[in-house]
Antibody, heavy 121, light 107 residues
Framework: QVQLVQSGAEVKKPGASVKVSCKTS????????IHWVRQAPGQRLEWMGW????????KYSANFQGRATITRDTSASTVYMELSSLTSEDTAVYYC??????????????WGQGTLVTVSS | EVVMTQSPATLSVSPGERVTLSCRAS??????LAWYQQRPGQAPRLLIY???TRATGIPARFSGSGSGTEFTLTISSLQSEDCAVYYC?????????FGQGTKVEIK
C-alpha cells in the first residue's frame, strides 16, 4: 500500500534551518506530486508548497516563498522540505501528502504521520 | 486567495444522531473540494473528494454535497470513532487553502 514515512521530531534555535524528509513507497514515485502542509498549535492546516516528483518543478505559497525549499531524490523515492530563518512561529507539525496526479491539482491522499518541529532558544 | 469558512466551530452530538457540517468558499471552486478527518494526535485522513465522492474505505454514513461556494459534509448516524476535527480544503486555486475546522464531540 502507499505509505509516506517522515523523519523524526526536531528542536531548533531561532535563525536556524530544518530539513524534514518524507520517504514514499507503494507507488511509482515519479508519477505523482507531493505537497507539504503545516499545522501550528491551535491553527488551521496551512499549505506550504508542492513538488512534481517527476521533473522537480516546485511551487510555493507566498507565505513561504524564499524561505522554504522542496527537493526530491528519485533514487530514494524521498522528498525533502527545508525551512530556513526559523522563528518561534514556525513551531508546528509538518506533513507531507501525496497528490493524485503529477500536476499537483487534486486532493491529498495519503498523508505522512507528521513531524513536530519546535523552535526555541 | 480563496478563503474557506467552516461552521459551526464545535458540535456536540449524541451517538446515532445526524451531523451536518458546513463549508463556504469566498469564490466559486466548482466541485474541487475535499473533506478530511483528523483524530487527536493523528494525521488528516481523506474522506471525500470532488465534493461528493467517498474515498476508498470510508463508511457510507459519510456523504458530501454542494458546488460553487456552499458545501456540506453529513454523517448520517454518529459513531464514537467519529469524534474528530473535520477540515474542508479547496484545490481549485493556488494557494491550496483549508477551513478552520469543525470539532465533533460526543454528547
Amino acid at each position: 500500500q502507499v505509505q509516506l514515512v517522515q523523519s523524526g521530531a526536531e528542536v531548533k534555535k531561532p535563525g536556524a534551518s530544518v530539513k524534514v524528509s518524507c520517504k514514499t513507497s507503494g507507488y511509482t514515485f515519479t508519477n505523482y506530486a507531493i505537497h507539504w502542509v503545516r499545522q501550528a498549535p491551535g491553527q488551521r492546516l496551512e499549505w506550504m508548497g508542492w513538488i512534481n516528483a517527476g521533473n522537480g518543478y516546485t511551487k510555493y505559497s507566498a507565505n513561504f516563498q524564499g524561505r522554504a525549499t522542496i527537493t526530491r531524490d528519485t533514487s530514494a523515492s524521498t522528498v525533502y522540505m527545508e525551512l530556513s530563518s526559523l522563528t518561534s512561529e514556525d513551531t508546528a507539525v509538518y506533513y507531507c501528502a501525496k497528490d493524485q496526479t503529477i500536476n499537483g491539482n487534486r486532493w491529498f491522499d495519503p498523508w505522512g504521520q507528521g513531524t513536530l518541529v519546535t523552535v526555541s532558544s | 486567495e480563496v478563503v474557506m469558512t467552516q461552521s459551526p466551530a464545535t458540535l456536540s452530538v449524541s451517538p446515532g444522531e445526524r451531523v451536518t457540517l458546513s463549508c463556504r468558499a469566498s469564490q466559486s471552486i466548482s466541485t474541487n473540494l475535499a473533506w478530511y478527518q483528523q483524530r487527536p494526535g493523528q494525521a488528516p485522513r481523506l474522506l471525500i473528494y470532488g465534493a461528493s465522492t467517498r474515498a476508498t474505505g470510508i463508511p457510507a454514513r459519510f456523504s458530501g454535497s454542494g458546488s460553487g461556494t456552499e458545501f456540506t459534509l453529513t454523517i448520517s448516524s454518529l459513531q464514537s470513532e467519529d469524534c474528530a476535527v473535520y477540515y474542508c480544503q479547496q484545490y481549485n486555486n493556488w494557494p491550496r487553502t483549508f477551513g478552520q475546522g469543525t470539532k465533533v464531540e460526543i454528547k
